[in-house]
């Protein structure tokens, strides 16, 4: 059994890892660009795992003066003199999403969403590849991926359909003796 | 820049007591410095995280070293378990800016906890 405290995939190295650019114009730069030209405001689209949240935070981060918003049922519209940053608007009923974005006031936002939707321009289109998830494992690992390794993360990628933290919280659950891989 | 905790024992039982020194170089003065016991969990979960006591110094100079004492609780002690593990620590902060930390234990036995068997 590895303790959960040496377990690399434990939560705060999964959280630490950076978004994975896998293709031109996914750079930070690229996007803020997009973004400012958008009229500051416009969402980053792509399915569970592929890395939006992380991509999110870290143009938080590049933008500096934001403020975090985990969207849910009951959370009311949010007036802020910093950027938004929305993540879970999804969980809004459909009809109300576009209405409670319009009653925001903030100086930009930017949304996470499974799809385009809400009047907001998409920013990028997050995708993963199998390759992307060997490079994550193999920082997390601190060394290349084996052919073993490897195959195990192609077979996971697929068992999982892209989703990465699936495929992550899998190798925890495996590197924990928890499951056999 | 450099922060410095040495503990005078890594492991403690509850109730038993945390003592140690932190010393500091800093640049410029801080508006304040802590030092403080926590804990946190690591795993599979997002972190936790509490704290067990703090001591701040007001206006303190660049340099300077500080005696530190604080009481184990009781609970949580120290653990590891596949799914997570609780973590004890003395930490010492820099207007909240700089922070460095060094690890203990807090357990009856003086070990990490572990569930038998896991």
Redesign the interface.
Known sequence: ???????PF???RI?SLAFRPTGPGQDLAGIQERWEKAGRRGAVVGPHGSGKTTLVEQLGRRLGDTTWVDVRPGVAPVTSSSVLLLDGLERLPWLTRRSWLAACCAPGLIATLHRPGCGLPVLLRTTTTPDVLENLVAELLGQPVDDHRAAECRRLFAEHRGDLRACL?TL??RW???ESG | MSIQIVLDRAAVAPGETVTGEATWTLTTAPKQFGIRLFWH???????DTGIAGEQIVMNAAARGSQRFSFVAPSKPVSY??????I?WAVEAFADADDTVHEYLIISPTRE?L?LSG?
């Open positions: 059994m590895t303790p959960a405290r040496l377990n434990r939560s705060e959280e919280e925890y659950r924990a003796g928890e | 969990t690591s795993g599979k979960a997002s972190r590891d378990g596949p799914l997570v593990s973590l990490r572990t896991a």
